[in-house]
Every structure is written in C-alpha cells, then in structure tokens.
C-alpha cells in the first residue's frame, strides 16, 4: 500500500496575494513528501531595518530535547504530544527518525524537575517498529501514547508511572475497511486525550483510493477505551464515526485536519479540513453520547469529492490546521486557518490551493454559526463583520508586513497564520500559533519566508485579545539579537548566512492546562523554510530538525517578546527591556586557525561572557572578559576548534553582538 504524504505543490498570484497554478493531492498520505516550488529572485541591496535573531534560535527561554531527520510532525493539526504534570515534570513526544527512514517512530523526553533524561540531539524511538504521528496523553499516575505502524494498526504503549519504567506494546486495529476484494484494519493519523483512566481516541481508517468503512473513504472514528492500573491494560469499546455523519453528508475525511479535547465530563472533537462542513462533536457525559454543532456551513456542498461534477471556483475555506479547547463548564473555543481552493478539472485527481491567503480563525460557542458562501471566509470580510482573525504581524516596525518580490511561501498547505494551540484557565484564553515572518526573515537557500512562533491573549473568555504589535509575544524570537538601522557594514554574503541560520519554528505543541502558572510548550525548529524531507527521508543538506521545549509565565503573554519591544530594540535578556550597549562587532582575521581577535565597541565598562557556538547550536567555547566603554579587543586562542563555521557572540547584562567566524 501507499504510505506516503505527496504533496506537489506550485505558487502563484490571486487576488494581489500568491497564486499560481499550483497543485495538491486531495488526500495526504502517510510518509514522505515531494514538493515542487518556484523561487523568486535572490536578495538584493542593503536596504534592511532588521538583524534576525541568533543562528542559535534554541538559546532562548528554552531547551533543545530531541532532534529528528523526519521534517514533518502533522499533515495539518498538531496532535496532543506534551503534558506538563501538577508536580511540576513534563513529558513530550514528536515524530522522530534517525537519517534512513527506517528509523522513524516516537521520539520522547521526560523533565524530571531538575534536567531533561534523555540527550537533547536523540533522535531514538520508542517503538522497535517504524510508526509515526505520535500522540501522547496523561493516565492516571502514568502515560499513554499512540503511533500509526502505517499497515494496520496503531501500536499503543502504556506505562503505570510516568517517566520511568518499560513502555507495554499493544496494537489497536481499526473497523475493517473495504475495497468490496480487499479490507484494511489500518488505524492512520491519531489524536488523544484522557479524563483519568479514560481514554478518547480518534483516528482515520485506511486511505488507499477504494477502502470504505460505513460508506465514507478515510473515515474518521471515535475509540473510547479505559485503563486498568492493576494490570496496567486498555480496554477499548467498538469505533463510532466522528459526528454520525453519512456519505451523502461527507464522503471523504482528510488526515490530521481535526482535534480532540477533554476537560472534566466533557469531550469535544472539532472537524476542519476544506472539503466539508467545520463541525463539533461534543459530550458532557465522558464520551458516552454526543451532539453534533455545524459552526461553518461551507460553500461547497455536502458529500463533495474531487472527482464529483461540481467544479469549485476558489471559495474561501478552512485550510485542515484546527485546535479546539474546552472551559470548565464545557464551552468550546476553535480556531483553524483560512485558504481558498480551486477544482477546475475533474478528472486530474488534484486540486489548486492559494498558499498566499493569511488568516486563522478564532470562534467560540457563544457566536453564531456562520454560513458560509464563496467569499464568507475571506479574512477580510471575517473582520469586517467584527470576527476575530490572526494574521501576521509587522515585525520591523514599518506598519506593514513585507511580500519579498511578490512572496514564496514554503508549502506547509495551509493559511501564512496557522498551526493553533489553545489552552484555557478561567477567563484567560491563550492562543499560540506559526506564522510566516516579516521581510526580511527568509530562508536564503530558497528564498522562502521563515516562520515563527507566536502567542496572544485574551482576559474576558475571547472577547477581546492583547493581539498586534503591543499584544503579540514573538515566542521564537532569541534575546541574543537586536534590531539595527545601519546595515553598511554587513557584506551581502554575511547577510545571507546571518539568514539562513536564523532558522523556522513550526508546529507548536502546547500543554492543554496552565500549572503552576506556566505555559509549557514544544515545536520543531530547523534551518530550511517548508518541508524538506527527500524520498530518503533525509532532509536538505543532511541536517536535523531539533525539537525545542519553552516553558513561559501564562501571565507574561502579551509582555514577553512583545513585538512593538522587539523591534524596538529593547529586548535584550531575561531582565527586561535594555538599550544595546555593543556595536561595531568585527573578527580578524577570518578565516583563522588558531589565534582571533575580537573588536567591538561599548556604551558601558561591563563584564561580559564571549561564547563560540557551532552550527548545532552547542557551545564550544567560552570565557568571561572585561569590556570597557569605548573601544575594546579581545584575543582568543581557537586552535582546539575544528575546521568550520562557528558564530561568536559577546553578551553584557545589557547588550550582545553576533558575528561569524570560519575556521580552517
């Protein structure tokens, strides 16, 4: 059987934003990916307002706990991978590989309360066996998790104390789907939560062309099972089909584009992919019965699939990137991505998509439904008639959020603003999401926008948000950096490396509870824009994506990183805001072999730390120096580095400064 994600994708203009011919397969697939893209003209000039963080993204308020070769953590929606526990532990979990891929499965660390088990460049799994799509959840005083073997079944591991202890392997095989000649147990893309020893899963049945379960091709089914602690075993109750939805209703679910949350007695699963109605399934009675909310009556009509009689004119639609969290008492908040689709030929098996269109979507159970016509989820007119929608944000200061030579936006295949996470706590609601950065953050090796992590507020259960350049936390953005106005002494080579290691943030799990008044949260960081797993299940050049863990104040989002500060100059370190009091920063000579000197110039007489990091991002070298106010040179003896490119930063209590040095 095919188990792969193909997604072949094009870029161009439409409607002042990017829309070219550009072509998807309606139903990801489960491995790897293929991406086509069209590249715009390289950088040119020096007319630049913004230095980009450190090459080191990973020195920020955080830890690196894991790497993987395997560039892809989700087809849309991110699936529970990160629990944080009332003690004060947490665990995560992601998609990891080693370089062959054959080696991909569960990677996993545990923080214990005082450092991180596991090394923070493993890329070891869980399983003996090649899985992927983890999702892992709290069980009583233990851990559970879930990954699809591909085949036919999801291979569960259970464990009675979290942290410590041998994982217990189980499969879980799927209703049988079938071909009428051939049936498939198989069990893809899974989503878990739990409510003390109960557990709810979801997950699709086999999506090879032809294999039906009730009728519905990829069908999306609810699993509810309960732990026995004393025999540390899962019972599972028979599947149902997600929202008791028919063929003539939808004909055709689409991989990862839901999400599943539990708070109490309360269940909720949220269905947002392009094709079909945006949908809620929710139970107050832990799983046992549910009721189905239509929160987007879309344009196209019920049951539609590709290869139907209806071609679709570029309605508005939910790009299949969803989150859905639930208060206390049972409200449900969500938010998904905006796209827009086009189906103009019905016999090709493909379809277009607009990788330009920005926007994500906030709704909650107090709004109205919304019926959606062609141009309904149009970012704008969301605004317009006073919904709330993310998109991105000025970084630079300039009012506005730049298109470089009319943009290339790496092919994730959903909205520029997107990826959600949402966690509640009373009134508070945060939103933590990725979107494509400002000009000039871009990928120099496509020419492609990076993108960040961000995160907003809101205090009044989302009636209001601390959203924009005063209210945004630029969550990825490193403190080691500073924004500048003079670009005259940087070469365009030093440019184009200082963006190229400035890397992308993707795909942020969040802990669903806020403990101890912390948000506790993971995402994927590497040093290419978009996708870049190889048939070989390599990613470009060789290089690892590595999994990076921040833990922030729940009370400092909107404060921490705020982007009005970051651009401004200000952010500096942990302290607070702060003038920058290094400039000038200057190595020679370089290349160098074994002695280097550094020259930079200060505002104040400080001690400061002089620190060589390699392009992992690991520190190689450092020292604590004097730096006077006026000019200062500092020697250093690099002879024990090896060969290669490193990048040496001077850091004050109030001022840092960054540049590059090779080795030979």
């Given at each position: 059987?095919?188990k792969?994600?193909?997604?072949?994708?094009?870029?161009?203009?439409?409607?002042?934003?990017?829309?070219?011919?550009?072509?998807?397969?309606?139903?990801?697939?489960?491995?790897?990916?293929?991406?086509?893209?069209?590249?715009?003209?390289?950088?040119?000039?020096?007319?630049?307002?913004?230095?980009?963080?450190?090459?080191?993204?990973?020195?920020?308020n955080?830890?690196t706990i894991?790497a993987?070769?395997?560039?892809?953590?989700?087809n849309?929606?991110?699936?529970?991978?990160?629990i944080?526990?009332?003690?004060?532990?947490?665990?995560?979990?992601?998609?990891?590989s080693?370089?062959?891929?054959t080696?991909?499965?569960?990677?996993y660390?545990?923080?214990?309360?005082?450092?991180?088990?596991?090394?923070?460049?493993?890329?070891?799994?869980?399983?003996s066996?090649?899985?992927?799509?983890?999702?892992?959840?709290a069980?009583?005083?233990?851990?559970?998790?879930?990954?699809?073997?591909?085949?036919?079944?999801?291979?569960?591991?259970?464990?009675?104390?979290?942290?410590?202890?041998?994982?217990?392997?189980t499969?879980?095989?799927?209703?049988?789907?079938?071909?009428?000649?051939?049936?498939?147990?198989?069990?893809?893309?899974?989503?878990?939560?739990?409510?003390?020893?109960?557990?709810?899963?979801?997950?699709?049945?086999?999506?090879?062309?032809?294999?039906?379960y009730?009728?519905?091709?990829?069908?999306?089914?609810?699993?509810?099972?309960?732990?026995?602690a004393?025999?540390?075993?899962?019972?599972?109750?028979?599947p149902?089909?997600?929202?008791?939805?028919?063929p003539?209703?939808i004909?055709?679910?689409?991989?990862?584009?839901?999400?599943?949350?539990?708070?109490?007695?309360?269940?909720?699963?949220l269905?947002?992919?392009?094709?079909?109605?945006?949908?809620?399934?929710?139970?107050s009675?832990?799983?046992?019965?549910?009721t189905?909310?239509?929160?987007?009556?879309?344009?196209?009509?019920?049951?539609y699939?590709?290869?139907?009689?209806?071609?679709?004119?570029?309605?508005?639609?939910?790009?299949?990137?969803?989150?859905?969290?639930?208060?206390?008492?049972?409200t449900?908040h969500?938010?998904?991505?905006?796209t827009?689709?086009?189906?103009d030929?019905?016999?090709?098996?493909?379809?277009?998509y607009?990788?330009?269109?920005d926007?994500?979507?906030y709704?909650n159970e107090?709004?109205?439904?919304?019926?959606?016509?062609?141009?309904?989820?149009?970012?704008?007119?969301?605004?317009?008639?006073?919904?709330?929608?993310?998109?991105?944000?000025?970084?630079?200061?300039?009012?506005?959020?730049?298109?470089?030579?009319?943009?290339?936006?790496?092919?994730?295949?959903?909205?520029?603003?997107?990826?959600?996470?949402m966690v509640?706590?009373?009134?508070?609601?945060?939103?933590?999401?990725?979107?494509?950065l400002?000009y000039?953050?871009?990928?120099?090796?496509?020419?492609?926008?990076?993108?960040?992590?961000?995160?907003?507020?809101?205090?009044?259960?989302?009636?209001?948000?601390?959203?924009?350049v005063?209210?945004?936390?630029?969550?990825?953005?490193?403190?080691?950096?500073?924004?500048?106005?003079?670009?005259?002494?940087?070469?365009?080579?030093?440019?184009?490396?200082?963006?190229?290691?400035?890397?992308?943030?993707?795909?942020?799990?969040?802990?669903?509870?806020?403990?101890?008044?912390?948000?506790?949260?993971?995402?994927?960081?590497d040093?290419?824009?978009?996708?870049?797993?190889?048939?070989?299940?390599?990613?470009?050049?060789?290089?690892?994506?590595y999994?990076?863990?921040?833990?922030?104040?729940?009370?400092e989002?909107?404060?921490?990183?705020?982007?009005?500060?970051?651009?401004?100059?200000?952010?500096?370190?942990?302290?607070?805001?702060?003038?920058?009091?290094?400039?000038?920063?200057?190595?020679?000579?370089?290349?160098?072999?074994?002695?280097?000197?550094?020259?930079?110039?200060s505002?104040e007489?400080?001690?400061?730390?002089?620190?060589?990091?390699?392009?992992?991002?690991?520190?190689?070298?450092a020292?604590?120096?004097?730096?006077?106010e006026?000019?200062?040179?500092?020697n250093?003896?690099?002879?024990?580095?090896?060969?290669g490119i490193?990048?040496?930063?001077?850091k004050?209590?109030?001022?840092?400064?960054?540049?590059?040095l090779?080795v030979?």
């Open positions: 059987m095919k792969f994600l193909l997604l072949i994708v094009a870029f161009v203009f439409v409607g002042g934003l990017m829309a070219q011919n550009s072509s998807m397969q309606r139903m990801s697939k489960k491995d790897a990916a293929k991406i086509a893209v069209t590249h715009p003209q390289i950088l040119k000039g020096t007319e630049y307002t913004a230095v980009p963080k450190n090459f080191n993204s990973l020195l920020g955080g830890s894991g993987t070769y395997y560039d892809l953590q989700s849309g929606s991110m699936a529970p991978r990160t944080a526990f009332p003690d004060g532990t947490v665990s995560a979990s992601w998609t990891t080693g370089p062959t891929a080696g991909r499965g569960t990677g660390n545990y923080y214990n309360g005082t450092s991180w088990i596991n090394a923070s460049n493993s890329n070891e799994r869980l399983e066996v090649r899985t992927g799509w983890a999702t892992l959840a069980l009583g005083d233990g851990e559970i998790f879930a990954s699809h073997n591909g085949s036919d079944a999801l291979v569960i591991g259970v464990r009675p104390q979290k942290g410590t202890g041998d994982w217990t392997f499969n879980l095989y799927g209703p049988a789907a079938s071909t009428g000649s051939a049936t498939s147990t198989c069990l893809l893309w899974p989503q878990m939560v739990t409510n003390g020893n109960t557990i709810h899963l979801i997950a699709c049945t086999e999506s090879d062309a032809g294999y039906m009730q009728g519905i091709q990829t069908c999306l089914v609810y699993i509810r099972g309960t732990y026995d004393s025999s540390n075993t899962v019972t599972w109750e028979s149902r089909v997600v929202g008791n939805v028919t003539t209703q004909a055709q679910f689409s991989g990862d584009a839901y999400s599943i949350a539990a708070n109490g007695d309360y269940v909720a699963i269905v947002a992919d392009s094709w079909n109605d945006i949908f809620m399934w929710k139970s009675d832990n799983g046992v019965n549910f189905k909310t239509t929160i987007v009556d879309s344009p196209i009509p019920d049951g699939l590709e290869s139907t009689t209806e071609v679709l004119d570029t309605p508005y639609v939910a790009d299949g990137c969803c989150n859905i969290a639930l208060t206390a008492t049972g449900a969500v938010a998904f991505g905006l827009r689709v086009l189906n030929n019905l016999t090709d098996g493909s379809y277009s607009f990788p330009g269109v926007g994500m979507l709704w107090t709004m109205a439904p919304i019926v959606a016509s062609r141009n309904t989820l149009d970012p704008d007119t969301l605004i317009a008639a006073g919904h709330k929608v993310f998109v991105r944000q000025d970084l630079d200061g300039d009012d506005t959020a730049w298109f470089m030579n009319g943009g290339n936006f790496p092919s994730y295949g959903v909205s520029l603003t997107s990826m959600p996470q509640i706590d009373g009134d508070n609601i945060y939103m933590i999401y990725a979107s494509a400002d000039p953050f871009v990928d120099i090796n496509s020419e492609s926008y990076y993108r960040g992590v961000f995160a907003a507020k809101s205090t009044d259960g989302g009636a209001t948000w601390t959203e924009g005063n209210g945004t936390s630029w969550l990825s953005y490193n403190k080691d950096c500073f924004y500048i106005d003079d670009w005259s002494s940087y070469t365009m080579d030093t440019y184009q490396d200082v963006l190229w290691i400035d890397g992308e943030s993707v795909w942020p799990s969040v802990a669903p509870k806020v403990v101890n008044g912390k948000l506790n949260m993971t995402w994927q960081w040093y290419f824009a978009g996708c870049e797993i190889k048939e070989n299940n390599v990613a470009v050049g060789g290089q690892e994506s999994m990076y863990y921040m833990q922030v104040d729940a009370d989002i909107g404060t921490y990183n705020k982007i009005s500060d970051v651009y401004s100059g200000l952010c500096i370190d942990a302290t607070g805001i702060a003038d920058n009091t290094l400039t000038g920063m200057s190595i020679y000579p370089n290349p160098a072999n074994n002695q280097v000197n550094v020259a930079l110039s505002t007489t400080a001690n400061a730390t002089l620190s060589i990091y390699n392009l992992m991002g690991q520190c190689v070298y020292e604590t120096v004097n730096v006077m006026g000019n200062n040179f500092i250093v003896n690099i002879s024990n580095l090896n060969a490193y990048m040496v930063n001077v004050t209590a109030q001022g840092t400064s960054t540049q590059k090779i030979k």
